[in-house]
């Protein structure tokens, strides 16, 4: 690991009142594994981590590093990352991606191994969660990403701060605090740490992005400005979410034939089309078979636009989407049920 580079006099190191307060909702869990490559931000978050882990009471702290495979240096750096670790009193085990390696989606790839790695290891060492070093920059950049996407409210809501993976929870603490208060963090406590080059690799969709923060934040869009769009946004997510749960229950009706899910379409698409599309979701969610996604919103916009188009000319509308086969009849009830196997595709048909 590389020595730290001298200290950016312009950020301020994260205090212990700040990091007590910022991990002041993890005192119950059972155990917390803490997710270090060996860069700034990972170094930073473990050693806030270990000071505010010696209060009797709090649960135990891991630590664990995924070595990818991708650059021959990593099982050496993973190894000094150890070296830390022990330093701080907080055992750590490094965990390794002996998958083949794909030729395209590399990174995301790489995320989807790493945190199952770590999941594993997590319920292997009786830790309930894990603890990422997720920060505001990181949540100005998925915001920007997503939004070139065309994600709709629900993805520009951002990374939030628990998440689940199976029976292990993501938390992400220092979401509220910019990297270079981290680096300075590390610099301050005379931590050595790396600086991953395909950081600002521009083959990387986020080392792009990153590369254009500079010149965005010059024009307002700062990771701080940003960072309380994702707020506003989830908050606004959390009330529609809460607004359709209601709406669906209210619009449900007695399952179908061979247990189809039933809505009253008709006095559904009375509510905002906003709302039509949320239940829309839910519903097809119930239906749907494990691990199926409706992929990009445009597809769930298109589909929820040709079964109001159809009930405001009084026809009945059959469609096959998202593993489901949607029926709207001139009653306007919809009724949804997984599609059978032969039948898998998109088959739009009116009459």
């Known amino acids: 690991?590389?020595?730290?580079?001298?200290?950016?006099?312009?950020?301020?190191?994260?205090?212990?009142?700040?990091?007590?307060?910022?991990?002041?909702?993890?005192?119950?869990?059972?155990?917390?594994?803490?997710?270090?490559?060996?860069?700034?931000?990972?170094?930073?978050?473990?050693?806030?981590?270990?000071?505010?882990?010696?209060?009797?009471?709090?649960?135990?702290?891991?630590?664990?590093?995924?070595?990818?495979?991708?650059?021959?240096?990593?099982?050496?750096?993973?190894?000094?990352?150890?070296?830390?670790?022990?330093?701080?009193?907080?055992?750590?085990?490094?965990?390794?991606?002996?998958?083949?390696?794909?030729?395209?989606?590399?990174?995301e790839a790489a995320r989807r191994a790493r945190y199952d790695l770590l999941a594993g290891e997590a319920r292997r060492s009786g830790c309930s969660a894990i603890a990422t070093a997720h920060t505001l920059d990181d949540q100005a950049e998925t915001l920007l990403m997503r939004l070139a996407h065309g994600s709709g409210p629900a993805g520009l809501a951002g990374m939030q701060p628990r998440t689940r993976r199976g029976d292990v929870a993501i938390v992400r603490p220092l979401l509220g605090f910019e990297k270079a208060r981290l680096v300075a963090t590390a610099q301050a406590r005379g931590l050595a740490f790396i600086r991953d080059p395909s950081n600002a690799d521009p083959r990387f969709e986020r080392a792009r992005w990153r590369a254009l923060a500079p010149a965005l934040a010059e024009q307002g869009l700062d990771a701080a400005r940003l960072g309380r769009l994702a707020a506003r946004m989830a908050r606004q997510e959390e009330a529609l979410s809460h607004r359709a749960a209601a709406v669906l229950a209210a619009c449900r009706l007695p399952a179908g034939e061979g247990g189809d899910l039933r809505l009253a379409f008709r006095q559904l698409a009375e509510e905002p089309e906003e709302l039509v599309l949320r239940v829309l979701a839910s519903a097809l969610s119930e239906v749907a078979p494990a691990g199926e996604s409706y992929g990009r919103l445009e597809r769930l916009e298109a589909c929820g636009a040709a079964l109001l188009a159809a009930l405001r000319a009084g026809s009945a509308m059959r469609r096959t989407f998202f593993g489901c086969i949607l029926a709207l009849d001139r009653a306007g009830v919809l009724a949804l049920r997984r599609e059978g196997r032969r039948r898998r595709g998109v088959h739009p048909a009116t009459s």
């Open 1 to 107: 690991m590389s020595a730290a580079p001298s200290r950016d006099l312009s950020a301020t190191p994260v205090s212990s009142a700040e990091a007590g307060a910022a991990f002041d909702g993890l005192a119950a869990e059972a155990g917390l594994l803490v997710a270090v490559s060996g860069g700034p931000d990972s170094v930073a978050l473990l050693a806030l981590l270990a000071d505010w882990a010696r209060v009797p009471g709090r649960p135990p702290l891991r630590a664990a590093t995924v070595d990818h495979g991708l650059r021959p240096e990593a099982a050496a750096e993973a190894e000094r990352v150890g070296e830390l670790c022990a330093g701080l009193g907080v055992p750590h085990a490094v965990l390794c991606w002996a998958a083949p390696k794909p030729a395209k989606g590399i990174q």
